[in-house]
């Protein structure tokens, strides 16, 4: 899994893991756009690092609904400076998508879904960027769309 | 550096750093929920056997990988439990499988029942039978992982070995 260095276009080894309970404090507001305090110790929130440094680029909360086989994207940001023009690392989000498409795939193997609901003005960029299906008021990815995502990111 | 606001962003870059919490009322969570099952069951047809082969090897290959990364060692999870699976993901006869990467069929069931430790051009031909898609090193990883607990807990071995061992170390 890589994410590039948009000055030099370097590509950079990343991995995503679990925030564990002492970094919650790190995500704050001001760098992650959301009130991540809202989430208890048993809520899944996963942290993109580049390796080897333990700074915090991107942090992403899905649910998972076990019974219909499928993983939903809560919320998602990337550090603050990693966002825009001039951000300093690219793929980001596509790296944290892949991955919960990653842990539903290991889950629920062909029948794997993940979904979330877009705000209506970016669903297109959604559809467009991460090959999201329209599933009425969610985008999903699904079988060879899901595939795709995993493979252009994660493999 | 002066970090912009949220607002000064474009839809564009917006979609490629967030996703916004959306609020839904009890309603549409419900008419969310009914369009979705629609897309999928569509979705879900128009599937090939090969695609849902394709994604349960790959489903394989993402376990495998979560095994290997773990601490625990599960004396189930042997080279021979994962190839059964693979063998069993392609839904082909094992005698049609043995012929596919060259292999003996009485030896493939003894990798697969546990008899017999697999050489290495076993994982290579797993590999390469994949299509990359399950790497070499993976199937290698699984009987280090195996050997490296028979090692770390193997008494017998070390009471045997003992007498061998006529001076230690203060």
């Known amino acids: 899994m890589n994410i590039t260095e948009t000055e030099t276009g370097i590509k950079k080894g990343a991995r995503i893991s679990a925030v564990e309970e002492k970094e919650r404090r790190l995500l704050t507001r001001k760098r992650f756009a959301f009130n991540w305090k809202m989430f208890g110790s048993s809520d899944k929130l996963f942290k993109l690092q580049i390796e080897d440094n333990e700074d915090i680029l991107g942090v992403m909360n899905y649910i998972e609904m076990s019974d219909e086989k499928r993983i939903e994207i809560k919320l998602l940001a990337c550090?603050?400076?990693?966002?825009?023009?001039?951000?300093k690392y690219d793929g980001i989000t596509g790296c944290l998508i892949a991955f919960a498409c990653r842990s539903a795939k290991a889950a629920y193997g062909d029948l794997a879904?993940?979904?979330?609901?877009?705000?209506?003005?970016?669903?297109?960029?959604?559809?467009n960027k991460y090959h999201m299906l329209d599933g009425g008021w969610q985008l999903y990815l699904e079988g060879a769309q899901m595939i795709s995502l995993i493979n252009e990111y994660l493999l | 550096m002066k970090t912009k606001k949220i607002t000064e962003y474009s839809s564009q870059e917006l979609a490629e750093?967030?996703?916004?919490?959306?609020?839904?009322?009890?309603?549409?969570?419900e008419e969310a929920?009914?369009?979705?099952?629609?897309a999928r069951a569509k979705t879900q047809a128009e599937l090939t056997e090969s695609d849902k082969q394709t994604s349960r090897v790959l489903q394989l290959r993402f376990?495998?990988?979560d095994y290997l990364n773990g601490e625990a060692f599960d004396p189930a999870l042997t080279f021979g439990h994962f190839l059964k699976e693979y063998v069993s993901i392609l839904g082909k006869k094992r005698k049609v499988f043995a012929d596919e990467i060259s292999?003996?069929?009485t030896l493939l069931s003894q990798f697969v029942n546990a008899h017999r430790l697999p050489p290495d051009y076993m994982a290579i031909r797993l590999e390469l039978h994949s299509h990359n898609v399950i790497p070499a090193h993976y199937w290698y990883?699984?009987?280090?992982?195996?050997k490296e607990h028979e090692i770390k807990t193997n008494k017998t071995l070390r009471l045997k070995e003992m007498k061998f061992v006529h001076s230690r170390v203060a």
């Open chain 2, 103 to 105: 292999v003996d069929e």
């Open chain 2, 63 to 65: 376990r495998l990988e």
């Open chain 1, 79 to 87: 550090a603050s400076e990693n966002v825009g023009a001039s951000k």
């Open chain 2, 17 to 29: 750093a967030y996703v916004f919490p959306v609020k839904l009322t009890a309603k549409q969570k």
């Open chain 2, 141 to 146: 990883r699984l009987v280090e992982k195996q």
């Open chain 1, 113 to 127: 879904c993940v979904s979330l609901v877009p705000k209506t003005v970016l669903r297109e960029h959604y559809i």
């Open chain 2, 33 to 38: 929920a009914r369009q979705l099952l629609q």
